[in-house]
């Protein structure tokens, strides 16, 4: 059963990379399902930071749904899509910090409340998708280099704990990121 819903999570994890590379706002619809699947996955492999990084996903990509096709925000005064943009630099510190606070209080966490045997590799992923996620939300091109660093690690993190369609999900994910970064930064015109 758990390779079977690691074939799945995988299947639906290429489709929302497909949806992300084009800006298309069904990424958030696979963005609802994969992390619904990867619960259990990341639950029985004993990734903690993870299983909980996939409750923010799915929380996120509701946010992300809303943000894209709904709220005064995602529409530009003509009725279109909200367009990419460059991350603000006012935003940078902010990102550092925020990142910085997830990191630790969730390495923190699992090497005090858990069995992980990858703790702060596991808050590391967690704490930069967590980053990741919240830019794709606001359609900022940069979105795409957290990507590229949290694909390659948990690439590397999956293969460790011989989760292999993962990993090949995740490596695929890392070489798409950067074509990804390319497609957005066209699309900016």
């Known amino acids: 059963m758990d390779s079977f819903l690691e074939i799945l999570g995988t299947v639906i994890g290429v489709l929302y990379l497909y949806y992300e590379y084009r800006a298309d706002w069904k990424v958030w619809i696979a963005g609802i399902i ?9 639950w029985n492999a004993g990734l903690y930071a993870d299983f909980g990084i996939d409750i923010y ?3 996120a990509a509701l946010y992300g749904w809303y943000m894209w096709r709904f709220s005064n925000r995602g529409k530009a005064r003509d009725g279109k899509e909200i367009p990419i943009t460059h991350t603000p630099l006012r935003m940078y510190p902010l990102l550092v910090l925020a990142f910085a606070a997830c ?3 969730i390495g923190w966490i699992l090497v005090h409340y858990t069995d992980s045997t990858v703790p702060w590799w596991d808050s590391f992923t967690t704490a930069l998708s967590i980053i990741g ?7 900022w091109l940069e979105q795409w280099w957290a990507w590229v660093v949290v694909d390659a690690v948990s690439s ?3 293969l460790y704990k011989d989760l292999y369609f993962y990993a090949a999900l ?6 798409i990121a950067f074509f990804g970064y390319r497609a957005w930064k066209r699309k900016m015109g």
């Open 133 to 139: 996620m919240w830019m794709m939300a606001r359609k």
């Open 170 to 175: 995740y490596g695929l994910y890392t070489i």
């Open 57 to 59: 996903y799915l929380l």
């Open 34 to 42: 994969m992390p619904s699947i990867s619960l259990y996955v990341y």
């Open 103 to 105: 990191y630790v209080g």
């Open 156 to 158: 590397s993190l999956y």
